[in-house]
């Protein structure tokens, strides 16, 4: 009689391990062109977004849409927000990189924040009443963290060509632009370096919930925004 050979194991590892590397090729495609996720590591955009949320941003929004005052963007900070340096070394580094990638841990360079200045607006803190004021009018923040005031730190500034000022909606515990005046780039971020906007938390799920575009913030700009 003759016996059915069995296929060697080693082929079945295979199949597994290129499957494995497509499905990873395929969600780092997915996640570098259009959606991806991203860890909450501190409590600078509460209420809205508390500490270990983990949100999706999406890449291509502001592409349909550009960025307008009261919008909340993910970006990286390097160069601006964040050290030029972090000093872990190239293992902690990769580790460190795998954990982001996985939504696990937040990133040294990645940050959320506010969009409260556009390019060519005058920010100022604050006027009579306590309030951020941008080309002369005071804005309206309901989303600031209740019983916090606009800002204790007084600020004026304005906002050049290709940059934006960016605060955190828990202004006694975020570290922003106000407090990056002197560092380079003034702590204002470039428009390039926004990666996204964040779309819908998804975890913990007892706070799964869309993240909405606010309505228009403040005045217009000379540039119509």
């Known amino acids: 009689m003759h016996q059915t050979k069995r296929q ?40 809205l977004l ?23 963007v993910v970006f990286d900070g390097r160069g601006t927000f964040a050290p030029l340096n972090s000093g872990r070394g190239p293992l902690m580094d990769a580790v460190g ?13 990645t940050y959320v924040k506010r969009v409260v200045g556009l390019p060519g607006d005058t920010v100022v803190c604050c006027d009579a009443g306590g309030k951020v004021t941008v080309n002369g009018v005071p804005l309206d923040e309901p989303y600031i963290f209740p019983g916090e005031v606009p800002s ?17 909606d828990h202004r006694s515990v975020s570290a922003d632009s106000r407090s990056l005046l002197g560092a380079p780039g003034g702590g204002m971020v470039p428009l390039e370096r926004v990666i996204g906007r ?13 993240v909405e575009r606010p309505p ?10």
Do not use: C, H
């Open 152 to 168: 204790t730190q007084k600020f004026n500034s304005v906002v050049p060509e290709g940059r934006l000022w960016l605060m955190g």
């Open 198 to 210: 964040p779309v819908q938390i998804l975890w913990p799920l007892d706070r799964f919930a869309p």
């Open 50 to 72: 508390q500490g270990g949320d983990r949100i999706l941003v999406s890449r291509t929004d502001f592409q349909a849409d550009p960025i307008r005052r009261g919008d909340i």
């Open 216 to 225: 228009v913030v403040g005045p217009t700009t000379q540039n119509g925004r």
């Open 97 to 109: 990189g795998l954990a982001q990638w996985l939504g696990l841990t937040g990133s040294d360079t």
């Open 8 to 47: 060697p194991r080693t082929m079945g590892w295979r199949f597994v391990f290129l499957a494995l590397v497509l499905a990873v090729t395929i969600s780092g495609v997915v996640r570098s062109l259009w959606i991806d996720v991203y860890y909450i590591p501190s409590e600078s955009m509460e209420p």
